[in-house]
C-alpha cells in the first residue's frame, strides 16, 4: 500500500496536479519533491482524539479537490473528518470482512475484481495496480543485484516478506514433495525467516532452496526465472504478478485476489494447502508446453493494464469524474 501511494502520488504530480501526501514521517522519503509531504502521528489508532483534531484542521488548511484514503484505517479517519472542501474516495487493497469504513466517501477504488465485487457502494471503479515497465540496459544485467543469481537451471522464484500470510513453509514443502529439477530461490526478508531457514534444513534441502535474503533489482532475477510462485493465502493484488508479468516471467499462484483476471486457469492451483501447489509444480515444471508460451497472452495484457501510467490515467479519470473539474492542475 505504501509503495503505491508514492507511485500514485508522484506520477499525479508529474501529469500536473499538486500533491499533498498525509503520512507519517518514516515515510518521507518515498516522495519527491514535487509532492508536498505533511507528517501526523498516524502511529496512533483511528479513534485517537489528537490524530483526529490534526488532520481535520490540516484537511481544512488545504482544501483539496480530491481527499483520497489508502485502506480501511485512513478511509474510518477521513470520513471521521466530515471533510466537505471536495470529494473524497478510498482505496480498498485487501480483503476484509467488512467495508463499512468506505461507506461514507464519495467513491470507493477497489484493486481486484474479487474486492470490487464485495464492496457495496454506489460509486465504485476497478483499478489495477500498476507499476513502471521493465528497465533496460544495464539495469536489466544479471550481475546487477545485491545477491548473486545462482547458475543452475531451472529457476524458480518466489519473493516477499517472510509473513505467515505469505506461506512460505508450505511452497518448500510442496517444492520438496513434487521435487522438480533446478532450484528454489526465496528472496526477502522478516520474522518468518528463522523458521524457514530451519525448515529448509530439517528437509535436508539447503542445497536446492535457497533464502538469501532482500533483493532490490528484482528484474534481473525474473529474467532469468523459469516462473514466480506466489503461495500466499491471500493478497489484495499480488505486485509480485504485476513485476513477473511485465518481466515477460510466468507466474505460478494459489488463488488469491486478482490472480484469475491475467493468469489461465490451469496456472492456479485448487487451493492453498500443500498437495495443491505441489500439483501445480510438477504439473508445469515438466510439461512439454513452455510457461512462456502459455502466459503469452497474459505478457501483453499486462503491458496494457498493470503499468504505473494505466493506474494512473484510470485514477485520474475517477477523480474527474467525481469532481467535474478539468483535467489538471488540481489538487
Same mark, same amino acid.
Given at each position: ?93 485487501? %480483503? ?11 467513491? !470507493? *477504488?477497489?484493486? =481486484? #475484481? @474479487? ?100 533483493? %532490490? ?11 514466480? !510462485? *506466489?503461495?500466499? =493465502? #491471500? @493478497? ?96
Amino acid at each position: 500500500m505504501e509503495k503505491h501511494t508514492a507511485d500514485l502520488s508522484v506520477a499525479l504530480a508529474e501529469r500536473g496536479h499538486r500533491i499533498h501526501v498525509l503520512a507519517h514521517s518514516c515515510y518521507r522519503n518515498q516522495f519527491s519533491a514535487d509532492v508536498t509531504f505533511h507528517p501526523l502521528p498516524f502511529q496512533f489508532g483511528r479513534r485517537n482524539p489528537w490524530l483526529q483534531l490534526r488532520l481535520k484542521r490540516l484537511l481544512t488548511s488545504i482544501r483539496a479537490d480530491i481527499a483520497h484514503a489508502q485502506g480501511n484505517k485512513a478511509a474510518s479517519l477521513l470520513s471521521a473528518a466530515r471533510y466537505s472542501s471536495g470529494a473524497t474516495v478510498g482505496t480498498v487493497h485487501g %480483503t476484509k470482512t467488512s467495508h463499512k469504513a468506505f461507506n461514507e466517501l464519495d467513491g !470507493v *477504488i477497489g484493486v =481486484s #475484481r @474479487e474486492i470490487l465485487d464485495s464492496i457495496k457502494h454506489h460509486n465504485k471503479q476497478l483499478v489495477y495496480n500498476g507499476l513502471s515497465r521493465p528497465p533496460t540496459g544495464e539495469n536489466n544485467n544479471t550481475n546487477d543485484t545485491i545477491i548473486p543469481i545462482p547458475a543452475d537451471r531451472p529457476l524458480l522464484l518466489a519473493a516477499g516478506r517472510m509473513e505467515p500470510v505469505k506461506q512460505f513453509d508450505r511452497l518448500i514443502k510442496a517444492w520438496a514433495d513434487a521435487s522438480p529439477p533446478g532450484q528454489l530461490v526465496i528472496l526477502g526478508d522478516g520474522r518468518e525467516r528463522p523458521s524457514l531457514l530451519a525448515l529448509v534444513k530439517e528437509l535436508d534441502m539447503e542445497e536446492r532452496v535457497l533464502l538469501p535474503g532482500y533483493e %532490490t533489482n528484482m528484474y534481473p532475477w525474473l529474467k532469468v526465472a523459469s516462473a514466480c !510462485v *506466489i503461495s500466499s =493465502s #491471500r @493478497e489484495g493484488f499480488p505486485y509480485v504478478m504485476v513485476e513477473s508479468l511485465l518481466a515477460r516471467c510466468p507466474v505460478l499462484s494459489t488463488p488469491v485476489s486478482g490472480v484469475s483476471d491475467f493468469l489461465p486457469a490451469s496456472c492456479l492451483a485448487d487451493s492453498d494447502r500443500i498437495g495443491d501447489l505441489s500439483n501445480l509444480l510438477t504439473t508445469h515444471l515438466n510439461s512439454s508446453v513452455p510457461l512462456r508460451e502459455l502466459q503469452a497472452n497474459s505478457f501483453t495484457r499486462a503491458a496494457e493494464t498493470l503499468t504505473l501510467n494505466a493506474m494512473t490515467e484510470k485514477t485520474e479519470q475517477f477523480y474527474l469524474k467525481l469532481t467535474d473539474a478539468p483535467s489538471s492542475g488540481h489538487e
